[in-house]
């Protein structure tokens, strides 16, 4: 499953709090030019101090699995849905293996009323369920028979009835407009993790796989999807504004992964080079908006064939746009749903990012086709492996697709610091969780599991090496095809293949949370290089305390300057060695993680960082090594182990920069500097700095796409326009004013790429008839793309009057339910008095929001964007409070690492805001 709240490439140029988380979804990255929104955060509703040993967390709920003692085989399903009252009636036959004699059934069952159940064993007589009893809580029924189910073969069958829920999960209904300006309604589904019980009685655990016959009864003039091919369509035979649509029988496979979609819809169709029928479904009349995604689908299906050496199995895959959707997107097997935003692009009114955004997700969603869905995690313990795996070679197909984009570098900033800045708190969890209660499984789907997880898995295959890697997948999928697995078997495949210490390796990455620092000092003996590397523990809120310091088996790779492409590689699994380089002199550079692979951070000897600096200012290092010299330094920082002004000093190196990824990660950590120091009284120094060093890039890039340019450069001509307008450039304020009234006037329409920023800009620094006029092209707006474009910029709006407008417009008709988060989350990252007024908003509408978003992970996206900036320790006490009195259990980790963001912005604050505002000051100074 897709994010918003991970990685959605938009360019967001509000500052808002996000590199730390569907959608859906940074911890403390805020002013991202990259928002991912694909992940989020969740969890225990305490919070400690940084630093304090942990507490016992609140207690997990008692849980017991499914009985297997009846099993289903196969499940013959039919449902009709009512599109007008959003209710539904379902009839249920399952082919059933009876294994051990009982006089009851235990399913999953949620928001669902059962009207009859009955029991038939093979070839004998039909036994009537005798009761009914709900255990609404676990969200399970139990039905009861009068006599004995003895073991063999049997048929369940269940009639019942349910809602089409206005919740985005389960089965529910999805708002849409026709083009006459009528709203209908669409019904569709999202399942996982455990919402399948809320459209059908089912075993729905993923390990309880099953076939599915699947039969839809609907309105003759609307589209009826499911994952498999349509095999018969007749009239109903009742009513002749009805038809029964039946599909082929699907491989067997987990309950999270079915799905249904009935609605009116266009579609594009092609067929990969390896015969199987690929479709892309729109809204009715932006067929053409589906030609991108099909283009990207019909690549990526025989890549991912070639590179896993195992062929798609169904004969057709659907990749269909949801109106109102909380994810990103979904990986149902063979019907694949997505936000529109993360599947249609306009040729004239997409911008570059949103083009990559939905190859990465079409990237992603396909790899579950194999390794989730061919292959199925035993129990959501083992979730990252599904989504870490697909979050890391989503790059890999895109790289394949589009080499142009050099994705492996946005990677870095994307989802690798991403990760680690999560990672860095003591609240965050091992990637690997023990899950037993299905109200814990939303804890999960976050930066952890997905970022961390992909990061890892990069790092797995550095050190394993592609060829390898590529056989021992493989063997995997082929030895577990159809099945369920563990992480540990897909450590052993690769084990037994590479020779390598894999699962002892692996295990210290995924069974502790936390990641390393790396200490690098070097000496000098004769014409020999000698290094010392130590690991240790990295915290956010500083040093970890030595006793008891957990520790890894971490592959490094050394190179030098001497010769950048050659590493030397070492496993260090102890907390410390020496590495000798022979032909190094003392004025020659180290780099310890050529590439930025090892998910850790490194701590450079005051020398060896002088030697590396120089490679900054003249690119002899590499775009992804300057990236992560910069990140780690800035990190370092934040956890008081260097000073604030160091980092700000290496900033400047970068006037000379080229790279889009490497501005667009200044752009993040300046953000985040700039949130933290929106809390002094001289924020606007922070602003100056900006503008200094964002001009000269500014000043080449200049305003027009130049004859040549490509994907990148119009990636960062929109960072550079948005971070220049937002800091208040005049010149770049007065163009964007005189291009903004063109585009009004239709005079000249602004092109794709330079609408955000010139929104951003003209909002921030605008009035009340600014946010008129961008209300009305909001109203116009036939795209979703250019709604959610307009929505994330309006909290830029500096008056307070208007600032509460924008609040009231977030939960309006206006704005679809699951893009409400990034209209508040826009007002909150945008200023001081945003965030304040977001977090009262937010308080004041929290039984509204919470009702909306309960159970889901957008209720912690919302919850993050609008506290994390906050840098005044009673801010900490007082969200804790207020979480306390009005808890919302899937969010609980979210609230402690949100707090834990605000007790360490504030400690940041207080130990260098004095030294930042002299730097500053300085700076401004005229020479003597």
């Known amino acids: 499953m897709s994010f918003v709240g991970r990685r959605v490439p938009l360019l967001v140029l509000y500052t808002v709090t996000v590199r730390c988380p569907l959608a859906v979804l940074k911890p403390v ?110 969200e399970k029924v139990t039905l009861s028979f009068p006599s004995p189910l003895h073991k063999g073969s049997g048929t369940l069958k269940i009639d019942f009835v349910g809602e089409l829920n206005d919740k985005m999960k389960g089965f529910y209904r999805s708002k849409y407009t026709t083009s006459g300006g009528e709203t209908r309604y669409a019904a569709v589904t999202q399942f996982e993790a455990t919402d399948a019980r809320r459209a059908f009685p089912c075993w729905d655990e993923p390990a309880i796989k099953a076939t599915f016959d699947i039969t839809l009864i609907v309105p003759k003039d609307r589209v009826a999807l499911s994952n498999m091919n349509v095999i018969e369509r007749k009239p109903h035979p009742e009513d002749q504004n009805l038809i029964e649509v039946k599909f082929d029988t699907t491989p067997i496979m987990s309950t999270y992964l079915v799905a249904f979609v009935i609605g009116e819809y266009d579609y594009v169709e092609s067929q990969s080079s390896d015969g199987v029928t690929v479709r892309v479904y729109t809204p009715v009349g932006k067929a053409e908006q589906g030609r991108f995604a099909l283009e990207v689908a019909t690549k990526t299906l025989p890549f991912y064939k070639d590179y896993f050496s195992v062929p ?56 579950h086709q194999w390794f989730g869905n061919l292959v199925t995690m035993e129990w959501w313990t083992h979730l990252w492996l599904n989504e870490g795996f697909a979050s890391w070679i989503e790059y890999l197909c895109v790289d394949h697709c589009f080499p142009e984009y050099d994705i492996w570098t946005q990677f870095v900033s994307a989802d690798y610091t991403r990760a680690l800045d999560l990672d860095a708190l003591d609240n965050s969890h091992p990637i690997e969780v023990k899950v037993g209660h299905p109200s814990e499984v939303d804890e999960i789907f976050d930066a952890i599991s997905y970022s961390k997880g992909a990061s890892v898995i990069r790092m797995l295959h550095n050190y394993i090496g592609d060829e390898d890697f590529r056989k021992g997948m493989n063997a995997y999928l082929l ?80 190179c030098t300057s001497g010769d950048p492409k050659c590493s030397k590689e070492v496993l260090l699994d102890s907390p410390e060695t020496t590495v000798n380089l022979s032909g190094v002199g003392p004025d020659q550079w180290v780099k310890v993680n050529p ?62 920069e080229p790279n889009y990824t490497v501005w667009s990660d200044l752009s993040c950590n300046l953000g985040v500097l700039s949130s933290l120091l929106s809390h002094t009284d001289f924020h606007e120094d922070i602003q100056e700095f900006i503008r200094d060093l964002f001009t000269p890039i500014g000043l080449k890039l200049s305003w027009d796409c130049k004859p040549g340019e490509g994907h990148l450069d119009a990636l960062l001509r929109s960072l550079v326009l948005g971070k220049l307008g937002k800091a208040g450039h005049k010149p770049t304020l007065e163009e964007a004013r005189r291009r903004f009234k063109d585009h009004v006037d239709s005079t000249q329409v602004l092109p794709a790429d330079l609408r955000s920023p010139v929104y951003l800009t003209v ?136 707090c834990e963001n605000i007790l360490l912005n504030a400690a940041w604050l207080k130990r260098d805001a004095d030294d930042i505002h002299q730097y500053l000051l300085q700076r401004k100074a005229p020479p003597v």
């Not at 390598?500 to 014409?527: H, L």
């Not at 600014?770 to 250019?786: C, G, I, P, S």
């Not at 709604?787 to 009231?808: C, D, Y």
Request: one cysteine or more; hydrophobic letters at 40%; glycine letters at 6%.
């Open 312 to 367: 798609y199995p169904l004969p057709k895959i659907d990749l269909i746009a949801i109106a109102d959707f909380a994810a990103g997107a979904m990986e149902n097997w063979g019907l694949v749903t997505y936000r529109e935003t993360a599947l249609l692009i306009d040729p004239k009114n997409s911008c570059s990012s949103s083009r990559q955004w939905v190859a990465l997700v079409v990237g992603h969603e396909l790899a």
């Open 595 to 656: 590439g930025t692979v090892g998910f850790y951070r490194i701590q450079y000897s005051s020398s060896m960082l002088d030697n590396l600096l120089p490679g900054i200012r003249d690119l002899s290092l590499s775009p992804v090594d300057r990236l992560g010299l910069q990140n780690d330094l800035f990190s370092l920082s934040r956890a008081g182990m260097i000073s604030t002004v160091e980092v700000l000093k290496l900033m400047e190196a970068f006037v000379n």
């Open 763 to 898: 909002l921030k620094h605008g009035d009340a008839a600014t946010m008129d006029t961008m209300l009305k092209l909001h109203k116009q707006a036939e795209m979703q793309e250019e709604k959610n474009r307009i929505e994330r910029v309006l909290g830029a709006i500096s008056a307070p009057e208007l600032i509460q407008n924008v609040l009231t417009f977030a939960i309006s008709e206006e704005v679809r339910p699951q893009d409400t988060v990034s209209v508040i989350g826009g007002v909150a990252g945008s200023s001081k008095q945003g965030r304040k007024a977001a977090w009262k908003f937010v308080r004041d509408n929290w039984e509204m929001l919470y009702n909306r978003y309960q159970g889901g992970f957008l209720i912690s996206r919302l919850i993050k964007v609008t506290v994390d900036g906050f840098a005044v320790d009673k801010m900490a006490a007082e969200v804790k409070s207020f979480f306390e009195s009005h808890p919302a259990p899937s969010a609980e980790r979210t609230v402690q690492q949100c």
């Open 29 to 138: 990255r805020l002013a991202c030019s990259i928002i991912n929104l694909r992940t989020s955060t969740h969890c225990t509703a305490f919070f400690r101090v940084p630093g304090q040993n942990p507490a016992a967390m609140t207690e997990k709920r008692p849980f017991v699995r499914l009985p297997t003692d009846v099993c289903p085989v196969n499940y013959g399903l039919c449902l009709k849905p009512d599109l007008i009252n959003f209710t539904f009636e379902g009839k249920l036959e399952a082919q059933v293996e009876v294994t051990q004699a009982t006089n009851q059934i235990v399913m999953n069952c949620a928001d669902i009323d059962i009207i009859t159940a009955s029991f038939a064993p093979q070839g004998g007589v039909e036994i009537n369920a005798t009761g009914f009893n709900y255990q609404n809580e676990d």
């Open 479 to 558: 030895t577990f095809q159809h099945k369920n697995a563990s992480t540990e078997d897909l450590w052993k495949c690769l084990e037994e293949v590479s020779g390598k210490p894999i699962a002892a390796v692996m295990n210290s990455w995924t069974k502790q949370m936390g990641f390393p620092i790396i200490v690098v000092d070097q000496e000098q003996v004769g014409d020999e290089c000698v290094l010392k590397i130590s690991q240790k523990k990295f915290c956010a809120s500083g040093p970890h305390n030595e006793e008891d310091c957990p520790s890894w088996m971490i592959p490094i790779s050394i």
